[in-house]
């Protein structure tokens, strides 16, 4: 099917609670929205993209929401499927590469028609069945994520997996600097000064994360950094008062603290004949962390 002899008006988006898995970075629904953005910012568009998110009767009301990317200008978000026809069905399980709508749109079929008598679960069924019917891979371009397939690079949310996982990171964070403070003993010469940085920089990070864990949750707390934060980060960054730096510093702040990129720092100074200055930086960060903590957690009860 050619591209141009086709109208994208409206796209009806299927959303689960594949919306929330973030795939290389973004959420699944962020993806979608900014690949239509894109499509119509290129197709010179003059008025917004119209894309109604319908989501699935299993969802609900705290589990849907609306992308809010600064770069949805030619985007217009609805819950209100309507009496019109729709031009495309995307679903939240379908990853899109960079630029390749316009070729999944060649090859996708017209949309079901909306029948206005019948109710959500009803809409939700007949449309998902419609869109199993789509070429659901083409190498490069898209493809259809199942549970198996990105079990590595997804968030599937449960308490008892959420637990475990805060766990493992606190417990890796405490075990890497009282390695190092050990570590940095024996090779200075029994410098036992690593040792005592290193157990208080454990104990720094243990009071840290018990605050974060005993935080009051709030309703709004940093929705301004959409999926940037961890959940347990939430109220400590809308409460600490990160945010009056602005939201772009403190998502550069933010993100250049995360595992990965200090990973990388910490090779990089162990490389060049410095891992002290790794341990030194784990405590002034651990210090920061809990000060932030404090005053986040005295405002929640103030609260």
């Not at 119209?50 to 809010?68: E, G, I, N, Y």
């Not at 609805?78 to 026809?85: K, L």
């Not at 997804?154 to 190092?180: H, M, P, T």
């Not at 939430?234 to 990973?263: C, F, H, M, N």
Request: aromatic fraction near 10%.
């Amino acid at each position: 099917m050619n591209t141009e002899a086709r109208t994208l008006r409206r796209v009806l988006v299927l959303a689960d609670e594949s919306a929330d898995w973030m795939v290389a970075g973004l959420r699944q629904l962020d993806r979608l929205s900014l690949s239509l953005n894109e499509f119509a910012v290129q197709s010179k568009m003059t008025a917004p993209l119209v894309v109604c998110v319908l989501w699935s009767p299993a969802l609900d009301q705290s589990q849907r929401w609306f992308p809010t990317h600064a770069r949805l200008a030619m985007v217009a978000f609805t819950n209100d499927v309507g009496s019109e026809p729709f031009d495309l069905v995307l679903s939240t399980r379908l990853f899109l590469w960079r630029n390749a709508l316009g070729q999944f749109l060649e090859v996708a079929p017209a949309p079901p028609e909306m029948v206005a008598s019948h109710g959500e679960k009803e809409r939700w069924e007949s449309s998902a069945r419609s869109f199993e019917s789509f070429p659901q891979s083409l190498e490069g371009k898209w493809n259809y994520i199942r549970d198996g397939e990105i079990a590595r690079a997804k968030f599937l949310e449960s308490e008892r997996g959420r637990r475990l996982d805060d766990l493992c990171d606190v417990a890796s964070n405490i075990l890497l600097v009282l390695g190092l403070g050990f570590g940095l003993s024996n090779f200075r010469g029994h410098a036992w000064f690593y040792v005592v940085e290193g157990i208080l920089t454990a104990l720094l990070i243990g009071a840290n994360e018990f605050l974060l864990a005993r935080q009051k949750p709030g309703e709004n707390a940093a929705l301004s950094l959409g999926g940037t934060l961890y959940p347990r980060h939430r109220e400590l960054v809308e409460r600490s008062g990160i945010l009056r730096l602005g939201e772009k510093s403190a998502y550069w702040l933010i993100q250049l603290t995360k595992r990965d990129v200090a990973v990388l720092g910490f090779v990089l100074l162990a490389a060049v004949g410095l891992p002290s200055l790794i341990l030194h930086l784990l405590f002034a960060v651990a210090a920061i962390s809990l000060a932030l903590a404090l005053k986040s957690f005295s405002r929640g009860h103030a609260q």
